[in-house]
């Protein structure tokens, strides 16, 4: 079966306001920035890193009321940015307010 | 508690030889082209993915011996690819082949 599961954590940054696709549907995009640190061949190491994620329906309009720089998880799946890009966003389909 | 757990599933393309960091740590790199229908705001859509993945350690010298074009799920964290880089890389620690 194929797998695309994706689960990230981090601040909310450049949220942008909500807008609607031509077919009417909320669409909202922000940045996660993602810092931690992940073991790697028994190394510890520092990983940062800072992705587009959009968000479709429901989940958008709800989204679109967080506080800038919230800390959340997202989870979701990773799809190319368009048909010719080669830059990946992760498209949320569930996020969860997360403790400082 | 900070998260970046990604799973994702494809077909092995551009598998490099196993080289080794400065450190002599096994390094081994190829792409994973991804296919999938996912689900957002309660619509299906086709996805397609084509992300770096690169692998250190025991594992590397395991992977190396791959098929190119195998089918594998890929278990790992999203890092940049260099400091300066705004693009990312699939860093796998656990690998698993699958059925066609």
Known sequence: MSRNDVTLSGVVTELEPL???PAGIPL????L????????ASQERSVSLDLPVMVLGDLAREMAGLTPESNVAVRGFLARRSLK????VLH???YKLEME
């Open 28 to 31: 909202l995009t922000f940045r």
């Open 85 to 88: 890009s080669l830059s990946v």
């Open 92 to 94: 949320a389909t569930a």
């Open 33 to 40: 920035t993602h810092q931690s640190r992940q073991v790697e």
């Open 19 to 21: 807008r609607y696709t």
